[in-house]
């Protein structure tokens, strides 16, 4: 088997290594997170769009930030709720 080679997006800061995906964070994740939550936000306008490495950009299905909004809604709902 050849090793997959580490890279990083020059763009969202997000690594590889050995074809896992690692935010910026080092949290692990997927491809398709990452489109979603970062590289579909790059306008193609954005002359640096094309450094974006990500092999799924332009592709929907991951963790996007739609979900991730209803989630922390659900939270902060629950958080502000007054004690009875
Ligand atoms: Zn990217």
């Known amino acids: ?4 080679p580490n890279k990083t997006c020059s763009k969202c ?12 964070t080092g949290a692990k994740g997927t491809d398709l997170d990452l ?3 970062v590289c579909n936000s790059i ?9 974006c490495i990500n092999a799924s950009r332009g592709q929907v299905g ?3 930030w739609e979900y991730r909004r209803g989630y922390i809604d659900g939270v902060m709902e629950q958080a502000m ?3 009875q």
């Open 1 to 4: 088997m050849d090793k997959i």
């Open 13 to 24: 800061g997000a690594h590889w290594i050995e074809g896992q995906l690692y935010w910026s």
């Open 35 to 37: 489109a979603g939550l």
């Open 43 to 51: 306008s193609d306008e954005d002359p640096t769009v094309g450094e």
């Open 62 to 64: 991951g963790t996007t």
């Open 81 to 83: 709720k007054p004690k």
